[in-house]
């Protein structure tokens, strides 16, 4: 990984420093939910970041579900109706 550090150092590009990354994946653990993973200075990077994708997979997921849902409201209600249209402002 060092290898490759250097050589994006010598191209010009912006150099990230591991404190910097050790303190992104620590922010990062922070923002998910208590129970997915244990909180503790063992947890690796790799772990963290699985369970990060696994997290937002599953917030995609409850986004969709409540789209639909949101969607299925909507044509049972009047179209012209107040609640109609804080419905479709939900939705876009």
Not at 19 to 47: E, F, M, V, Y
Not at 68 to 85: G, K
């Amino acid at each position: 990984m060092s290898s490759r550090r250097s050589r994006q150092s010598s191209s010009g590009a912006s150099r990230i420093t591991d404190d910097q990354i050790i303190q992104l994946i620590s922010k990062l653990q922070h923002l998910l939910p208590g129970t997915r993973i244990q909180r503790s200075n063992k947890s690796s990077a790799s772990k963290v970041l699985q369970e990060t994708c696994t997290y937002v997979r599953s917030l995609h997921r409850e986004v969709d579900d409540l789209s639909d849902r949101l969607s299925q409201l909507l044509s049972t209600i009047d179209a012209d109706s107040p609640e109609a249209s804080i419905i479709r402002s939900l939705i876009m």
